[in-house]
Each structure stands twice: as C-alpha cells, then as structure tokens.
C-alpha cells in the first residue's frame, strides 16, 4: 500500500525559517524486526519537532529488502508507533512500490551526464578489492568505467549505473545536531544507483522518496551521518533543494557500549508487554534520553511539543537506564486514571478479576509501584480462592505467636460491624494497647493471613477491600484454637 506522495515544501532551518514553507519530516524504518527503543526515539524526535512547528511528519516503510522484511515486523512497527501515540499525516508510503520512479532518477541523471554505466564484472571487482586490501588502501570502486567508452564493454553484459560523484574538493554539512561536518570529495566512490537487475539501491531510495514526500528535514540516528555525503550529491546533480539534516546521538547501555539484546530488552513492544512501562512513561523517557531542557524530568505530551527544538539534542550518545524508566513509569502510574489501570492490569493477573474492585484497589495499590507487573503482583490477593498459598516468610510469620495473635484479631474484629478503617484502626489499636504489643505485631501475622505475603497495602485498607465476610474467613483460616491463643 502507499500514499499520496507531496510536493517538496522546503522548511525553517536550525537557524531560523526558510521563507514561509511548512516543515515536513518523516520516519523510515527498514520492517526486518520489532521497533527498537533507538528508532522510536528517532520517530518522537521527528513527530515533536513537526508538531513544534505546526507541519507535517510522514512514515516510510522501506522495505526494498524483500527476503527480509515482513508483514509481521511492519505490523509491530505501527502497533509501537500507535501505542507511543505517535501519528502521522498520511498513509505509510511503503518504498518497494517506488522501483520505477527510482530507476527514473538514475536515468535522468545518465541523461545529465550525472552518472554512467559500469560494465565490470563480479570477478573483476573482487579482484580489484583484493589488490587494494594487500597494498592496504580503502575499498574503494576504482571508477575504471567512468570515462571509457560504453562500446567497448563485453557482449550481453548487464551494466549497473553509478553515480559520478565529484573527485575534488570538499562537500560540508551544516547539521542541526553535529554542527559542521566536513568530508574530502576523493573519500567518496562513485557508487550504484541501479543493479543490473534495475533494482534501485537504498542510496538512489532514500534521496527520491524524501525529494518526492517533500522531506524539509532528516532527522536520524548519527550512523546514517556518513549517508548524508553520499546522498547530497544525487540531490545537487538533480538540482533539488537540500534538507536540514540531524543527526541524532546513538543510545548505548549503561556500559557505554551500543544498545543491544545484552543490554536487556530494546524493543518497545517488549518494554510494554513483559515490563509493564505505560506509554507516556517511555514518551517521556526517550523524550529526555539525548534531550533536555534545564533539569525538567517529568515533560507532559503537550509540553513536549511545546518545548522541543533540535537545539536542546546533545552531542554525545545517551545512556539507557532502566531504573530511571521505572522511576518515571512510577510516577505516571499514580497519575494515571483507576479505571484505565484496573483494566491494564486485569489480564496480568492470571485469576478471575472483579474489575469493580480492583479499580477500587488501585488508589492505595498504586503508591509504590513502578510497573504494571508490580500492580497485578500486589492485587493478586485479592481475587485469589481460600486457602490461599503462603510464601515461605508469610508462613513463618503465622507461627504459634501468630496464630495466637490472629485469635485474639478474630475475636475482637468479629464483634466489630461497621467495617471501616476507622473504627477498624481504631479498634485493632485497642487490642495491640491492651496486649502491650506494637501495631506491627497484630499487623504482620494479618497480613500474612489476609493476603499469604509480607507485603501489601495498609492493613486496613486491606480490611476494607476484601470486605468483612472474607477477610474473616482468612484470618480465621490461621487462628489458634481459642485456648491456646495467648501471644507471647
């Protein structure tokens, strides 16, 4: 499928605007995975900086690698992209619906005398590789096709067209996040445009699609910065306008090494679905990861658009840190509306769920979680079926102290009927007064009786949630015959 494919509209530069022409950026992901965590910060960079400035911001598939990109990758891409809240303002242009528009430009640029056929064979660029590998130069296309007369190329052979690229010189690029960056001409080899097959390479893809999407701006991950000085001379042997590049610092782990599976997970389908992250948490995460403005951690959607320029992105790579992200997943997760977190939290409970309950539960649930596996971990107890399982320090606490100190509980919150927390506090304090015993030690042996955990949310807002019925019958379930109750 693709989409409609726009004028080029130019756009305002790093420095100021370039006339009254809209922005346009665009994120083009290569559909052979899932979304990395690197490729959805470069996706939010582009939608902020396109929001910021009241333009456009359009999603390429580039799936030109047939064998390896797939239906099931391109649907996690969009599935990430939705989940971030990350539109778009178009349909996805997918790049593989584009190979004759792309072979269109390398002709025309034959035509301009821009670029040329190459006739050598696959065995004699091997052979020219091999001899710059033993006298220890760069692999580098030599240009023995360059200047030579197509007619003395071999019969039937099958040419690919290159590029001429300029051999003296220098080219320069004012990048809106590297600042100047030059490179010498001669580095640069004049490379396919189109195979002999009459497929287009990515180099010819990329130039055509982001001239044609009216791309005003490339912002990207800075390992596609040795692209920009091999793309800018298609585009200035076309007489197109340039765009604003930008390229972004790398992510890396806390070891300072590139973002990989080492690391942990890297995907944000993973970050959603086995580490329970919330969307805005990783919005606003991978907004502040190589971005910033003064010591502000927690940034609102609508505050990020606001907010974002590329004069706030750093120069050095980022590092991911995973308690940071769950940290700020915290936070939103005590912002974030109890009827929405009961229902996200439902399926990771693995029992049937009252889901007017646990919406009830989740203003004293939520305190101090930092994911949504905390919250169904800390909920469970609530849904679980009588008699419930014990950990091994629940069970430790439900000794003979305990299940004496559960006896004396039972007896004195049995003759208790209005069941809220302040009677019931009022009432449990009484008994620990009269016992000589700290609150701790009534709470803890409930505890372990109410929910078969040493950790939970206020014993009495326990209490209240499970109700009188029930949370009688479980501490009943571990109480001391009536004459053995006398705690220690």
């Known amino acids: 499928m693709a989409s409609s494919i726009g004028a080029n509209d130019g756009g305002p530069g790093q420095g100021g605007a370039r006339g009254a022409i809209p922005v346009v950026t665009r994120f083009a992901p290569s559909p052979t995975g899932y979304l990395h965590i690197g490729g959805a910060r470069t996706a939010l960079f582009n939608w902020l900086f396109a929001r910021h400035h009241g333009g456009k911001v359009l999603l ?26 990350l539109d ?52 580098r296309y030599d240009r023995r096709w360059r200047d030579r007369d197509p007619a003395e190329a071999p019969a039937g052979a099958s040419p690919v067209i290159r590029l001429k690229v300029p051999t003296e010189g220098e080219t320069s690029i004012q990048d809106a996040v590297q600042g100047r960056v030059t490179v ?34 490339v912002i990207r991950g800075d390992d596609h910065l040795n692209n920009a000085f091999r793309q800018l001379p298609i585009i200035r042997a076309m007489g197109w306008p340039e765009p604003v590049y930008a390229h972004i610092p790398l992510i890396h782990g806390t070891d300072g090494a590139k973002l990989s599976k080492r690391h942990g997970a890297v995907g944000v389908e993973a970050y959603r679905d086995d580490e329970g992250v919330l969307p805005e948490a990783l919005f606003n995460y991978l907004l502040r990861l190589g971005w910033g403005h003064g010591d502000r951690e927690e940034i609102t959607r609508e505050e990020a658009i606001e907010l974002f320029d590329l004069a706030g992105v750093g120069k050095s790579p980022s590092r991911f840190d995973l308690k940071k992200l769950q940290n700020l997943n915290g936070h939103y997760i005590r912002e974030a509306d109890d009827a929405r977190l009961a229902a996200l939290v439902a399926p990771r409970i693995g029992l049937q769920v009252d889901a007017a309950l646990l919406t009830r539960a989740m203003p004293v649930l939520k305190v101090r979680a930092h994911d949504l596996n905390e919250l169904a971990e800390g909920a469970r107890f609530l849904f679980a ?54 609150l ?49």
């Open 385 to 438: 079926r009588r008699p419930l399982a014990l950990t091994e320090k629940a069970q430790a606490l439900l000794d003979d102290a305990g299940r004496g100190v559960l006896a004396l509980v039972s007896e004195a919150l049995h003759g208790e009927t209005d069941w809220t927390i302040e009677t019931l506090e009022a009432t449990t304090k009484a008994l620990a007064e009269r016992l000589g015993l700290g």
């Open 60 to 85: 390429r598939i580039e799936d030109t690698d047939r064998k390896r990109s797939t239906q099931d990758a391109i649907d996690k891409i969009i599935d990430g992209l939705d989940w971030l809240g």
């Open 184 to 217: 010498q001409n001669a580095e640069i080899d004049d490379y396919v445009l189109l195979r002999a097959d009459g497929t287009p390479t990515y180099m010819l893809a990329v130039v055509v699609d982001d001239h044609d999407m009216g791309v005003t701006h």
């Open 440 to 488: 701790g030690k009534l709470a803890q042996p409930m505890r372990a009786a109410l929910t078969g955990t040493t950790t939970s949310p206020g014993i009495f807002d326990v209490l209240i949630l499970l109700g009188r019925d029930e949370a009688l019958a479980r501490i009943d379930a571990h109480a001391a015959a009536p004459e053995t109750a006398t705690p220690n």
């Open 88 to 139: 778009f303002d178009a349909p996805p242009l997918f790049q593989s619906d584009r190979a004759s528009r792309h072979a269109e430009v390398a002709r025309q640029l034959l035509a301009k005398g821009q670029a040329y056929r190459c006739y050598a064979t696959p065995e004699e660029l091997e052979a020219m590789r091999e001899d710059q590998r033993a006298r220890k130069l760069p692999l």
